[in-house]
């Protein structure tokens, strides 16, 4: 079973639009939690980063919640662009021998119509 | 600053031939990653480095060697190459790993073993 788990694996929302993706992850301690979005075709870029003890964190029109009670995390996008069209990627940070190894899920891919 | 470079960005191989996936970051980051990242699929780890000299085993390392003489450079061999390892290959680095530490990543390599 994946560590880290998002859903859902895809989602369509038409221009303007709020939409919110889940991110589930079964370890811890972890070092960090963090948001990528991944345009087609590149790598992906940093969106948000969460050490354990934070709750929140915005970066624009993108929200990352974190609730390590319930080893939970959303990522909620407002008044979506066109631009949002990616997939968008929850890493975990989990130790390992010393060092804290990302952990990836296998993203949200989101299609923003017009 | 170019960040994270990755050469070549496309390359076909037959099966059985050798290649040295290149990667050079130039903002002095101490670690550096090389994922794979199939269909649908979330990146999985095949190597790491935290720092000239040393590397250490990902997820999925078989098949591949890493070496890391400089802080710079961190290349991927592939020695034997078998379709199993189509794929495209991202590097990664990071000035550390705990903490709200940023991972920057490379535009990626897209591999086809025919």
């Known amino acids: 079973k994946n560590q880290v788990e998002q859903s859902p694996q895809s989602l369509i929302i038409l221009e303007g639009k709020n939409c919110t993706l889940q991110?589930?992850?079964?370890?811890?301690?972890?070092?960090?939690l963090r948001w990528y979005k991944q345009d087609t075709g590149r790598g992906p870029v940093s969106l948000t980063i969460m050490t354990f003890s934070e709750n929140t964190k915005s970066n624009g029109r993108y929200t990352a919640t974190l609730d390590a009670d319930t080893k939970q995390s959303s990522l909620h996008i407002t008044a979506s662009q066109l631009s949002d069209s990616a997939s968008y990627i929850c890493v975990v940070s989990l130790p390992s021998g010393g060092s804290y190894i990302p952990t990836f899920g296998r993203g949200t891919s989101l299609i923003v119509h017009p | 600053n170019a960040g994270v470079t990755q050469t070549p960005k496309f390359r076909i191989l037959k099966i059985g031939q050798s290649m040295t996936l290149q990667c050079a970051q130039d903002?002095?980051?101490?670690?550096m990653y090389w994922y794979r990242q199939d269909p649908g699929m979330g990146l999985k780890l095949i190597y790491y480095s935290v720092g000239a000299g040393i590397t250490d085993k990902g997820e999925v390392p078989n098949g591949y060697n890493v070496s890391r003489s400089t802080t710079e450079d961190f290349p991927l061999r592939l020695e034997l190459a078998a379709p199993s390892q189509t794929s495209v290959y991202f590097c990664?680095?990071?000035?550390?790993?705990?903490?709200?530490?940023?991972?920057?990543f490379g535009p990626g390599t897209r591999l086809t073993v025919l």
């Open positions: 991110c589930n992850y079964t370890v811890s301690p972890f070092s960090n």
């Open positions: 990664a680095s990071s000035q550390e790993t705990s903490g709200p530490n940023e991972q920057f």
């Open positions: 903002m002095n980051h101490n670690y």
